[in-house]
C-alpha cells in the first residue's frame, strides 16, 4: 500500500532558494513540493489551490512579511501547519514566528542539513527550533 505524501509549498522571495528546497523535499519519499510563491499574493492564491500539509515560510517578503502572512494564513486554515526558515539568527524573530502560530524556526544557515527533519517534526505536530535555540532558550530560564 502506497502512502500519500505530504504536500509542501514553499514561500521565499528568492527563485534559487525556492528551488533548492523544493530540490530537496521532492527527494524524500514522503513528501513532495507542491508549488512556489515569491509573494504574499502568490502564497494566497497557491495555498487556496493547492491546500497543502506545509507551508515552508520566509520571513522577508517582497511588500509584506513571513510573520504577518502566517497568522493570516491560519487564519483561513488552521490545518496547515507553518515552518518559518529565515536568514535571521536573532530570538526576536523565532518568537515572533512562534507567537504567529508557525509550528518550527529554522534559519536558512542550517537549512540544507536540517530542512527535511524539521518538516517530519513539524508535520508529526511537534515543535521544531533547532539545538542552538533550545539551548539558548534553556539557559535563558536559568536563574543567574
Known amino acids: 500500500m502506497q502512502t500519500l505524501k505530504k504536500k509542501i509549498f514553499i514561500v521565499d522571495d528568492h527563485p534559487i532558494v525556492r528551488g533548492g528546497l523544493a530540490q530537496l523535499i521532492n527527494q524524500e519519499e514522503d513528501m513532495m513540493s507542491v508549488g512556489e510563491a515569491g509573494n504574499a499574493t502568490e502564497a494566497i492564491q497557491g495555498i487556496e489551490k493547492l491546500k497543502p500539509d506545509l507551508v515552508l515560510m520566509d520571513i522577508s517578503l517582497e511588500g509584506s512579511n513571513g510573520i504577518e502572512l502566517t497568522k493570516g494564513i491560519l487564519a483561513e ?10 536568514m535571521y539568527d ?31 517534526t513539524v508535520l508529526k505536530g511537534d515543535i521544531y527550533i533547532s539545538d542552538k535555540w533550545k539551548d539558548k532558550l534553556t539557559d535563558s530560564k536559568k536563574p543567574l
Do not use: M, W
Not at 77 to 86: D, G, K, N, R, T
Not at 90 to 116: C, F, I, M, N, P
Open 77 to 86: 486554515h488552521p490545518e496547515i501547519c507553518v515552518l518559518i526558515i529565515s
Open 90 to 120: 536573532e530570538s526576536l524573530y523565532l518568537e515572533s514566528a512562534l507567537r504567529a502560530g508557525a509550528k518550527g524556526y529554522l534559519t536558512k544557515q542550517l537549512a540544507s542539513d536540517h530542512v527535511v527533519v524539521a518538516i517530519r
